[in-house]
């Protein structure tokens, strides 16, 4: 099924092939249509949305509550199936997967940052960032070198023990990104990451993104914030269910950030 | 089994989180376990009590005694049916009764025995040697009355530990002293060795003496005897050792064995009546503390799904970052199994401990299966009631477990 799923795939990039794709895209969605049923009536949260995310890319996903653009991040992250179209993340077909298929591929291909740092209680850092790992059968001597690893990443070495009550809202973010780069995922998914925090800490936490995208990680955020959305390299504009712009666009620079000292002028991420 | 490992750290940490309710958990299965330990033990402790005290009977006897008045149960007037000399000589005789070891005629009286201003109310048995024998006494110092004795009419008597202590300080040698038993003067010339307190009876407060010397001092003149105890010479052939007993006395007193004025007890039937009877007073005590485990069951698993009601949320995260069904299953599994183990092993604690106090006048007696059995209960009854709501957190979709509050 999976063989037959993936050659699927690759005739979606052969369509969209001719400009010279070196890697398939992260993320191919095509007329991804999500239905549910309220009160016995259909309601469209998605009316055939359709987009590519190339490898590298940092994506802003924008809309008002009510854009679709919760549905559609929750499809991207395989917390949900779509009720028709197509999706394929990093080569592998979403559709007609099991429960326990999709875990396998949310633990494996993407890292969550959620608005909520979701975080689990009565776990110290260390643990909430070990944690994807323990689930992905990695030894215990390696998770922790590489929980410790992403942590001092993040800037938070000093603080491997603390509980995530004894942390700012900043750095349980940070703690958050942490665990969704320790699996070294084809995507980070970011559900309103600075919606909990200060500007302050959401410029630092952008800082961090601004980072990781220069690093080459692909990452995917919903916000409706236009000015976080600002610090992406593209920015796609969902109203209604569906996309009613796409741009490509000079990212911003961190302000405050610390750690974001090098220019990130950003040439990558336009090449499409 | 690292990964075994770490789930059994994280249910304790999970477990951890709340104290106090996992301590009320907890104290269900406890309870529970402790009284299936408790009462387990206390059933054992009874049949065990009742079976000495038909123990103290002696050993293979069969007990014959008048069962009132002239039998006429079958319409037969039947004359003088007592138990006398000549019944005795007829069972002794081996070819009568080949079954039987020896016969002793019994008289009892109760009196009061006196030395100086001690006194002390006590059950005199009159008899004959054997009868010592029979009924699993020992004399632990000085001599057993003897058939010289019994054929002289001698006032000497062997007397228990119990009246032993009941009229002599601490200290003092009853051997050779005289007592009083009502009016009459006996000699102490044996003692016997405690056979203990059965519950029901104190087997320690009698004196024995020569059944001539009874009927001269202390009942006066009979033709009859209370009643014979007879040994029989295996518990084999005790029901044997009934039927030629049975048979002698019908032909003595020229009647049937079914019209026979006499009531036979068999210590052999005996047990086994008092056994299967304390079986079912076993079992019934098993059911009560079963009952009570049960309730514990059902508070493990209300709890549990409490908790995973609570943790709807982290359970959504878990999920949402990789975590499949079978890990969230395990998690919950674990954490109410560790709870009713938990609860078990305190519970087996206590109720071992409870157990070493008398309870009710009974002595409890560790059923050496209960320990097992209710650790064995309590670690199903954490798997059992954690099921199902381990089923209904490892079953939540991601997406609607990470949208609770």
Same mark, same amino acid.
């Given at each position: 099924?999976?063989?037959?799923?993936?050659?699927?795939?690759?005739?979606?990039?052969? @369509?969209?092939?001719?400009?010279?794709?070196?890697?398939?895209?992260?993320?191919?969605?095509?007329?991804?249509?999500?239905?549910?049923?309220?009160?016995?009536?259909?309601?469209?949260?998605?009316?055939?949305?359709?987009?590519?995310?190339?490898?590298? @890319?940092?994506?802003?996903?924008?809309?008002?509550?009510?854009?679709?653009?919760?549905?559609?991040?929750?499809?991207?992250?395989?917390?949900?199936?779509?009720?028709?179209?197509?999706?394929?993340?990093?080569?592998?077909?979403?559709? =007609?997967?099991?429960?326990?298929?999709?875990?396998?591929?949310? =633990?494996?291909?993407?890292?969550?940052?959620?608005?909520?740092?979701?975080?689990?209680?009565?776990?110290?850092?260390?643990?909430?960032?070990?944690?994807?790992?323990?689930?992905?059968?990695?030894?215990?001597?390696?998770?922790?070198?590489?929980?410790?690893?992403?942590?001092?990443?993040?800037?938070?070495?000093?603080?491997?023990?603390?509980?995530?009550?004894?942390?700012?809202?900043?750095?349980?973010?940070?703690?958050?990104?942490?665990?969704?780069?320790?699996? =070294?995922?084809?995507?980070?998914?970011?559900?309103?990451?600075?919606? =909990?925090?200060?500007?302050?800490?959401?410029? @630092?936490?952008?800082?961090?993104?601004?980072?990781?995208?220069?690093?080459?990680?692909?990452?995917?955020?919903?916000?409706?914030?236009?000015?976080?959305?600002?610090?992406?390299?593209?920015?796609?504009?969902?109203?209604?269910?569906?996309?009613?712009?796409?741009?490509?666009?000079?990212?911003?620079?961190?302000?405050?950030?610390?750690?974001?000292?090098?220019?990130?002028?950003?040439?990558?991420?336009?090449?499409? | 089994?690292?990964?075994?490992?770490?789930?059994?750290?994280?249910?304790?940490?999970?477990?951890?989180?709340?104290?106090?309710? +996992?301590?009320?958990?907890?104290?269900?299965?406890?309870?529970?376990?402790?009284?299936?330990?408790?009462?387990?033990?206390?059933?054992?402790?009874?049949?065990?009590?009742?079976?000495?005290?038909?123990?103290?009977?002696?050993?293979?006897? !069969?007990?014959?005694?008048?069962?009132?008045?002239?039998?006429?149960?079958?319409?037969?007037?039947?004359?003088?049916?007592?138990?006398?000399?000549?019944?005795?000589?007829?069972?002794?005789?081996?070819?009568?009764?080949?079954?039987?070891?020896?016969?002793?005629? %019994?008289?009892?009286?109760?009196?009061?025995?006196?030395?100086?201003?001690?006194?002390?109310?006590?059950?005199?048995?009159?008899?004959?040697?054997?009868?010592?024998?029979?009924?699993?006494?020992?004399?632990?110092?000085?001599?057993?009355?003897?058939?010289?004795?019994?054929?002289?009419?001698?006032?000497?008597?062997?007397?228990?530990?119990?009246?032993?202590?009941?009229?002599?300080?601490?200290?003092?040698?009853?051997?050779?002293?005289?007592?009083?038993?009502?009016?009459?003067?006996?000699?102490?010339?044996?003692?016997?060795?405690?056979?203990?307190?059965?519950?029901?009876?104190?087997?320690?407060?009698?004196?024995?003496?020569?059944?001539?010397?009874?009927?001269?001092?202390?009942?006066?003149?009979?033709?009859?005897?209370?009643?014979?105890?007879?040994?029989?010479?295996?518990?084999?052939?005790?029901? !044997?050792?009934?039927?030629?007993?049975?048979?002698?006395?019908?032909?003595?007193?020229? +009647?049937? %064995?079914?019209?026979?004025?006499?009531?036979?007890?068999?210590?052999?039937?005996?047990?086994?009546?008092?056994?299967?009877?304390?079986?079912?007073? +076993?079992?019934?005590?098993?059911?009560?503390?079963?009952?009570?485990?049960?309730?514990?069951?059902?508070?493990?698993?209300?709890?549990?799904?409490?908790?995973?009601?609570?943790?709807?949320?982290?359970?959504?995260?878990?999920?949402?970052?990789?975590?499949?069904?079978?890990?969230?299953?395990?998690?919950?599994?674990?954490?109410?199994?560790?709870?009713?183990?938990?609860?078990?092993?305190?519970?087996?604690?206590?109720?071992?401990?409870?157990?070493?106090?008398?309870?009710?006048?009974?002595?409890? %007696?560790?059923?050496?299966?209960?320990?097992?059995?209710?650790?064995?209960?309590?670690?199903?009854?954490?798997?059992?009631?954690?099921?199902?709501?381990?089923?209904?957190?490892?079953?939540?979709?991601?997406?609607?477990?990470?949208?609770?509050?």
């Amino acid at each position: 099924m999976t063989l037959t799923s993936d050659g699927v795939t690759v005739v979606v990039l052969d @369509e969209r092939g001719q400009r010279p794709a070196v890697e398939p895209p992260i993320i191919a969605l095509s007329n991804i249509v999500k239905s549910y049923k309220m009160g016995g009536v259909d309601v469209l949260a998605t009316r055939g949305v359709s987009f590519t995310v190339a490898k590298g @890319e940092f994506v802003a996903i924008m809309g008002a509550s009510g854009s679709g653009k919760s549905t559609l991040m929750n499809i991207i992250g395989c917390l949900d199936i779509p009720t028709s179209g197509h999706y394929s993340l990093d080569g592998v077909n979403i559709r =007609n997967l099991d429960d326990q298929a999709l875990s396998r591929i949310r =633990n494996m291909k993407i890292g969550f940052v959620f608005q909520g740092f979701n975080l689990i209680p009565r776990m110290s850092a260390l643990q909430n960032v070990e944690l994807p790992m323990a689930y992905a059968g990695i030894k215990p001597k390696e998770r922790r070198e590489r929980a410790i690893v992403a942590l001092e990443l993040v800037g938070l070495g000093q603080r491997l023990e603390h509980f995530s009550n004894e942390l700012s809202g900043g750095q349980q973010q940070r703690v958050s990104i942490a665990r969704a780069i320790s699996t =070294n995922p084809a995507l980070i998914l970011a559900d309103e990451p600075t919606g =909990n925090l200060d500007s302050k800490s959401s410029n @630092e936490l952008m800082g961090l993104f601004t980072d990781l995208h220069n690093h080459g990680r692909t990452i995917v955020m919903i916000t409706h914030e236009s000015d976080i959305a600002e610090y992406a390299s593209r920015v796609v504009e969902l109203r209604d269910g569906s996309i009613i712009s796409d741009r490509l666009q000079s990212a911003r620079v961190p302000s405050l950030s610390t750690s974001a000292g090098a220019s990130s002028q950003d040439g990558d991420g336009s090449e499409v | 089994m690292s990964n075994m490992f770490g789930n059994l750290i994280m249910a304790v940490r999970g477990i951890g989180s709340n104290w106090l309710r +996992t301590l009320l958990t907890m104290l269900g299965v406890l309870i529970g376990v402790a009284s299936v330990i408790v009462l387990l033990a206390i059933g054992t402790g009874t049949s065990r009590s009742i079976e000495n005290s038909i123990q103290s009977l002696g050993s293979n006897t !069969l007990t014959v005694f008048s069962s009132g008045g002239s039998g006429t149960s079958s319409g037969t007037q039947i004359r003088n049916t007592n138990l006398n000399s000549a019944s005795v000589s007829l069972i002794s005789n081996p070819n009568n009764a080949p079954d039987v070891q020896s016969v002793s005629p %019994v008289i009892t009286t109760s009196v009061t025995a006196t030395k100086q201003s001690s006194t002390y109310s006590t059950s005199v048995i009159g008899s004959t040697p054997s009868y010592l024998v029979a009924s699993n006494y020992t004399v632990s110092a000085g001599r057993s009355i003897s058939a010289a004795d019994v054929t002289s009419h001698a006032q000497v008597i062997d007397i228990g530990a119990s009246v032993a202590s009941g009229l002599f300080v601490t200290g003092t040698d009853p051997l050779g002293q005289q007592i009083e038993l009502g009016s009459a003067r006996f000699t102490i010339v044996g003692l016997l060795a405690s056979k203990g307190s059965t519950g029901l009876t104190n087997a320690d407060a009698v004196v024995i003496a020569p059944y001539t010397a009874v009927q001269d001092q202390l009942t006066g003149e009979s033709q009859s005897f209370s009643e014979l105890l007879i040994q029989g010479k295996s518990a084999s052939t005790l029901s !044997l050792a009934q039927s030629e007993v049975e048979s002698v006395l019908a032909a003595q007193n020229d +009647t049937t %064995v079914a019209a026979l004025p006499f009531n036979v007890l068999n210590q052999a039937s005996l047990i086994s009546t008092a056994t299967s009877s304390s079986k079912t007073f +076993t079992a019934l005590l098993g059911w009560v503390a079963a009952v009570s485990l049960l309730v514990g069951a059902i508070g493990v698993m209300n709890i549990m799904l409490v908790t995973v009601t609570e943790r709807t949320r982290e359970i959504g995260i878990r999920k949402a970052i990789g975590a499949r069904k079978s890990v969230v299953l395990t998690q919950f599994l674990i954490e109410s199994t560790v709870i009713s183990f938990m609860g078990g092993v305190l519970g087996a604690i206590a109720g071992v401990v409870v157990s070493r106090f008398t309870i009710a006048g009974v002595k409890p %007696v560790l059923a050496s299966y209960s320990i097992p059995l209710a650790l064995g209960v309590a670690l199903s009854v954490g798997i059992v009631a954690g099921f199902y709501p381990a089923y209904r957190a490892a079953s939540l979709r991601p997406i609607d477990a990470l949208r609770y509050e």
